[in-house]
């Protein structure tokens, strides 16, 4: 499967790339993860008929504000759109008049499901926690083509993030925070604790997203900060348009 990252930013664009996005084009699915403003690159990668998922952690802007861009896709076999309790009352007052098309208007259709903690069938492997930030905010956990990909959007460290990344083939994880830096009211990961969440867990790759704009203002500044991290190796730094194969 191909993980494509459309979008790595955190907050919001930059020359550095747009705010944040990953698309995973697996044998029988495209999963879409978050909805920022990467979202627009989606249909470079999308070219046929298989199911598309939608997945939102959370509702700040930067996770969703790619939703008015829906209307530029043309998907014949619809949308599925998950997220947490809320997401359907959430998604109608923002899609709607006077700020964008509504989904019931959107070209192609469209249906809205909302999660709560635990395992699922959708119809691959799925399971959700939540995890600790500023608002409530799911990880995902997803078993495709034989291989789990698990998802940590905003977070501090917390148990259900070494959870969601047990044993996992990939961790894509958010890394807004430069080495050193914490926050116990805004909690958010630096490359350190993505690492020693991925260690904890023995995920087999880990893969830094999300960085925050106004913090990592270059690539290379990624690079960098992901070269600080001690005693986890195979870390993968984000950015836009990097296709990570597994």
Request: aromatic share 10%.
């Amino acid at each position: 499967m191909d993980i494509i990252f459309l979008g790595t930013n955190g907050w919001y664009d930059t020359d550095t790339g747009n705010t944040i996005c990953t698309l995973i084009n697996s044998e029988k699915y495209h999963i879409i993860l978050d909805a920022g403003n990467g979202i627009y690159k989606a249909d470079r990668y999308i070219h046929d008929d298989l199911p598309v998922y939608l997945f939102l952690s959370h509702f700040h802007l930067d996770h969703i504000e790619g939703l008015h861009i829906l209307n530029k896709f043309r998907f014949p076999q619809g949308l599925k759109i998950y997220g947490q309790k809320g997401t359907k009352k959430v998604l109608d007052t923002i899609l709607s008049q006077p700020f964008t098309v509504p989904l019931d208007r959107l070209p192609f259709p469209v249906e809205v499901h909302e999660l709560s903690s635990g395992p699922y069938k959708v119809p691959f492997a799925l399971e959700c926690e939540f995890l600790v930030h500023a608002a409530p905010c799911l990880g995902y956990r997803l078993d495709l083509d034989g291989k789990i990909v698990t998802y940590c959007p905003d977070t501090g460290v917390c148990d259900n993030a070494v959870k969601l990344a047990r044993d996992a083939d990939l961790l894509i994880a958010e890394c807004a925070h430069k080495p050193g830096e914490e926050s116990a009211a805004w909690p958010h990961l630096n490359p350190q604790d993505a690492a020693d969440i991925a260690r904890r867990a023995g995920a087999k790759r880990l893969a830094l997203t999300h960085f925050d704009a106004g913090r990592y203002l270059t690539v290379q500044e990624r690079l960098d900060a992901a070269a600080t991290v001690t005693n986890f190796e195979g870390i993968v730094v984000g950015r836009d348009g990097l296709v990570l194969q597994l």
